[in-house]
């Protein structure tokens, strides 16, 4: 499991023209799922994500979590985050979970996301979304689990 971590002043998900989900200052969350990846998994990676240490205290260092400053955090699925470009010019996707087992264990790690953070948006699995944000920083982590 993967999750691409952008700190950011807003966000916002867009589908057919429509905002779907938005946040203030938080955490964008870009989530690729692999084969082999489960519940324990998203625990695991909610356990890191929502404790990270990427927000200024008020000092100026990284020091507080989204958790610590109240912020949001809007997840987006990101089936590409499980791309092999090790070789060739064009992506492999051997690796990433079917579509089915995704969209299950995306749903999982999204409700208990929700039942752990207060101020929580998500995009829509499987749709064409367009991404906006501002990058705060710009601070961007990959972390995986």
């Not at 324990?40 to 927000?55: E, G, I, N, T, V």
């Not at 264990?105 to 999204?110: A, E, K």
Request: proline share 4%; net charge negative.
């Amino acid at each position: 499991m993967k999750a691409l971590l952008q700190r950011v002043s807003e966000a916002r998900v867009t589908v057919a023209g429509d905002c779907v989900a938005e946040i203030g200052p938080g955490l964008l969350v870009l989530l690729g799922l692999d084969q082999g990846d489960d519940e324990a998994s998203a625990r695991r990676m909610l356990d890191k994500l929502l404790a990270y240490r990427l927000f200024a205290d008020e000092a100026g260092r990284m020091n507080c979590s989204v958790a610590d400053i109240d912020g949001g955090v809007l997840l987006v699925s990101q089936f590409t985050l499980s791309a092999d470009t090790r070789k060739g010019l064009r992506p492999g996707f051997s690796a990433a979970m079917p579509p089915a087992e995704a969209e299950r264990l995306y749903r999982y790690t999204l409700e208990q996301l929700a039942r752990r953070h207060p101020k929580v948006a998500a995009g829509r699995f499987g749709a064409d979304m367009q991404v906006s944000l501002v990058n705060d920083g710009p601070v961007t982590f990959l972390l995986e689990v």
